[in-house]
């Protein structure tokens, strides 16, 4: 599965910006989708995840109440709401898919074998 993430820019803290993630090729296998996030000099960390049939949703203790991830099956597009942003959340943020259907594994970068490009997000203070 290829994926393409977009929607990454500058924006003042308190601020919102919405993250976009096209798939395609092979989606069908797909159990879960997320986002994770990497910050320079940092490793990356997750951030939140859906799963792909049922479409639960898993996040973060640190954007619980403010992320939100959805999907649009139609489009087998992913999108990640940032509200309230913090100077702190500034990152590049990765999507990713997982063939996976361990619950327990799923905020873990080896769960997941298709990767985005990574789109920035910088929040300023």
């Known amino acids: 599965v290829q994926l393409q993430a977009f929607g990454g820019g500058l924006v003042q803290a308190g601020g919102s910006l919405r993250l976009s993630c096209a798939a395609s090729g092979g989606t069908s296998n797909n159990r879960f989708m997320a986002w994770f996030r990497q910050a320079p000099g940092k490793e990356r960390d997750f951030v939140a995840a859906?799963?792909?049939?049922?479409?639960?949703?898993y996040y973060a203790e640190s954007v619980k109440g403010r992320f939100t991830i959805s999907r649009d099956s139609a489009k087998n597009t992913v999108f990640l709401q940032m509200n309230s942003l913090k100077p702190e959340d500034t990152a590049a943020y990765y999507c990713?898919?997982?063939?996976?259907?361990?619950?327990?594994?799923?905020?873990?970068?080896?769960?997941?074998?298709?990767w985005g490009q990574g789109t920035e997000v910088t929040v300023s203070s």
């Open positions: 859906i799963r792909v049939i049922g479409s639960n949703t």
């Open positions: 990713a898919a997982s063939r996976s259907a361990i619950l327990s594994s799923i905020r873990t970068v080896r769960a997941y074998h298709s």
